[in-house]
């Protein structure tokens, strides 16, 4: 049997407080386990489940008694360095026009493929971490997966909601067929609007550097600043195997611009944005 993982990306965000989760499932051979990993503004846990915890029905994920799904999310774990527990309601997701892999949905081979499940939704619920109640009251929340056999090498991936839309940007060094190239995909989402940036529609890399990343799509062009880069560990896979350490800062502050021949669209200095930067 092949190596493989599919994992679910909850990220919740009030104005004071972060919350995501990560369910995740893994196969090497014929070893196979599921996860759960959680992050918050300070810290993050990583919590190992056998395989026959793990059931997928649709849309609805279980590990072990806790449920993930569209209608939210459902914890109950006790383990030794985590306790976890509480529930948030989700509210209506708004999905993107298309898949974000564009035409690479139907490439085979590709070391890993994303998705997009929800720009933006509310979020209404209370969970508690190891004693600290994380409280959402009509906050806001993102969805995305990822499924294959390893995580890109190098990346970027950056998210962030505000109060007139949301955006995602991930850029990844990506093999394929023996050579590499530079993968874009992004959205921006503003005032109902839906911006795509992607390889197959033309954006190119202009700049990707720790203290600055450029992507630029004939008239558009998305800058983004990090302004901290620091993170907590997360586990990542490298041949289905969680083996590999990547670092995720889940509300750190970072810049952005978003502009349209040269007249910005979007200029935001957010606090609470997601960023991992792998390279």
């Known amino acids: 049997m092949g190596s493989y993982f599919c994992g679910w990306y909850f990220r919740c965000q009030s104005e004071r407080q972060t919350l995501a989760v990560i369910p995740s499932v893994h196969r090497t051979g014929e070893s196979k386990c599921c996860a759960i990993q959680l992050i918050t503004d300070t810290q993050s846990f990583h919590v190992s489940f056998p395989y026959p915890d793990f059931q997928k029905r649709g849309h609805q994920i279980t590990i072990a008694g806790n449920r993930f799904g569209k209608a939210g999310i459902a914890l109950n774990i006790q383990g030794p360095d985590l306790h976890a527990a509480g529930s948030v309601r989700f509210g209506s997701f708004t999905p993107i026009r298309y898949d974000i892999m564009g035409p690479f949905r139907y490439v085979p081979f590709m070391q890993c493929r994303h998705s997009v499940y929800s720009m933006h939704?509310?979020?209404?619920?209370?969970?508690?971490?190891?004693?600290?109640?994380?409280?959402?009251?009509?906050?806001?929340?993102?969805?995305?997966?990822?499924?294959?056999?390893?995580?890109?090498?190098?990346?970027?991936?950056?998210?962030?909601?505000?109060?007139?839309?949301?955006?995602?940007?991930?850029?990844?060094?990506?093999?394929?067929?023996?050579?590499?190239?530079?993968?874009?995909?992004?959205?921006?989402?503003?005032?109902?609007?839906?911006y795509r940036l992607a390889t197959y529609l033309g954006a190119k890399a202009v700049k990707i550097a720790a203290d600055e990343i450029t992507v630029r799509q004939g008239r558009f062009v998305l800058t983004v600043r990090p302004q901290d880069r620091s993170g907590h560990p997360l586990r990542a896979p490298v041949g289905g195997a969680m083996v590999r350490t990547i670092h995720e800062h889940p509300c750190c502050r970072v810049c952005f611009r978003f502009e349209e021949g040269g007249n910005p669209l979007l200029e935001l200095d957010a606090p609470n944005a997601a960023l991992e930067y792998e390279c």
């Open 121 to 194: 939704h509310s979020v209404n619920g209370t969970i508690s971490v190891n004693g600290m109640p994380y409280v959402f009251q009509n906050a806001v929340g993102y969805i995305e997966g990822d499924r294959g056999h390893s995580f890109p090498g190098k990346y970027l991936w950056t998210q962030c909601s505000f109060p007139d839309g949301a955006l995602m940007l991930s850029i990844a060094d990506i093999p394929f067929c023996g050579f590499h190239f530079t993968g874009i995909i992004g959205v921006v989402l503003l005032d109902g609007k839906e």
